[in-house]
């Protein structure tokens, strides 16, 4: 077991007895669950409910999925920091929560019933979606321990938890519809970018810590290579999808993609050409979410098919 993060105090039982809720919300990563949470929403009202969206969102059993799936995500951050403090602690020490703000027995013990809870309810409204988050509990537990420090296993295990999300509420309702599974090959090979651009923005603290990461492996040269390869598979999907749009006059839906989608992309092509500085990884890493962002609204602008 890993041992707490030097600081100049003991950690606190816990975020309540600091009286500070702001260190709860550090730890689940409140913006990203907020993201995740539009995402499940605009799946459900744009692509599967786009006759009537403000019934398809106050659906009690839809309610539920988002609650259960939100509940595992937090829990994946809570368990992913507890594992990696030391290395936190080199790469990100402002970020710093398990073991400097909360303590390491709490954070399991949230990270525990945040998953049983997500799960119990998965599993309440149907076998399916029930097993669907019991493996997703158990990738992100995987991914913490071990996955995140194998060269391209990490990447691809989060790539793979990005689009069962995006999957949720099709497989909840199964209504067979093409454009959810676009949407989630997408975030897929999106976030299969962004793993490897923020290994390679988090090298010195894995180095040390034996990790196995793409670019401690094959180095910086050929690790661009590879994410330029998913980079590459991005772009022509999304040339083909908004060449589809405006082949069948959805003009709008064509226009968003090529400027907000189409066009980041390749100027994040151009600059992962010329990055070699961990300020450029982590530039790209953010520009990375904001297209994620950009994907994520054009949904609005689909006609459900």
Not at 28 to 43: D, H
Not at 69 to 84: E, H, K, M, P, S
């Amino acid at each position: 077991m890993l041992s707490p993060a030097p600081s100049a105090s003991p950690p606190p039982a816990g975020p309540a007895s600091a009286g500070d809720w702001a260190v709860l919300l550090r730890l689940v990563r409140f913006p990203n669950l907020l993201i995740m949470a539009l995402c499940l929403a605009l799946v459900r009202a744009c692509l599967l409910g786009a006759t009537r969206p403000l019934t398809a969102l106050t659906s009690g059993r839809f309610a539920l999925l988002a609650l259960a799936a939100l509940c595992v995500a937090a829990a994946g951050y809570i368990i992913n920091d507890y594992y990696d403090v030391k290395i936190d602690a080199i790469n990100r020490p402002e970020r710093l929560v398990v073991g400097r703000m909360v303590n390491r027995r709490w954070a399991m013990l949230s990270h525990l019933l945040l998953t049983g809870t997500g799960v119990l309810i998965a599993g309440l409204l149907s076998p399916l979606l029930g097993l669907v988050n019991l493996g997703s509990a158990l990738l992100l537990w995987g991914y913490s321990a071990r996955f995140k420090r194998l060269a391209l296993v990490g990447n691809l295990s989060i790539a793979t938890l990005t689009a069962a999300l995006v999957l949720l509420p099709e497989l909840q309702l199964r209504t067979g519809l093409p454009t959810v599974w676009g949407y989630a090959l997408a975030a897929f090979l999106l976030t299969v970018v962004r793993e490897i651009v923020k290994d390679v923005e988090d090298m010195r603290g894995d180095a040390q810590h034996d990790c196995r990461t793409l670019p401690i492996v094959w180095g910086v040269a050929r690790t661009k290579w590879v994410t330029g390869f998913f980079l590459g598979c991005l772009l022509v999907f999304v040339v083909g999808a908004a060449g589809q749009a405006l082949r069948e006059r959805h003009w709008v839906f064509g226009g968003w993609l090529l400027l907000t989608v189409l066009g980041p992309l390749l100027l994040l092509a151009r600059q992962l050409a010329r990055a070699d500085r961990r300020r450029d990884f982590a530039r790209l890493s953010a520009w990375c979410k904001w297209i994620m962002l950009a994907g994520v609204l054009s949904m609005v602008l689909t006609d459900g098919s």
